[in-house]
């Protein structure tokens, strides 16, 4: 799976020294509103039904 620009920005901040919850809180909260605009852009293109989109993200963007 490709490593996405909110993995590469958590990683980041991972390794730098911080608060790692509330960089894992951020990432968290990050990945929801990625998951939405991914679904949103799916659904603009192909007008297609929302659990189809939904469907569309687990495919492509879930973890393994």
Known sequence: MKETAVDY???????TPK?????????VDAKVI???????????GYKSHPYLAEQY???NFIDK
């Open 34 to 44: 990625e998951k939405d605009e991914i679904i949103n852009a799916y659904l603009d």
């Open 19 to 27: 608060d790692k919850l509330t960089w894992y809180k951020i990432l």
């Open 9 to 15: 920005l958590f990683q980041k901040l991972w390794d």
């Open 57 to 59: 993200y687990k495919q």
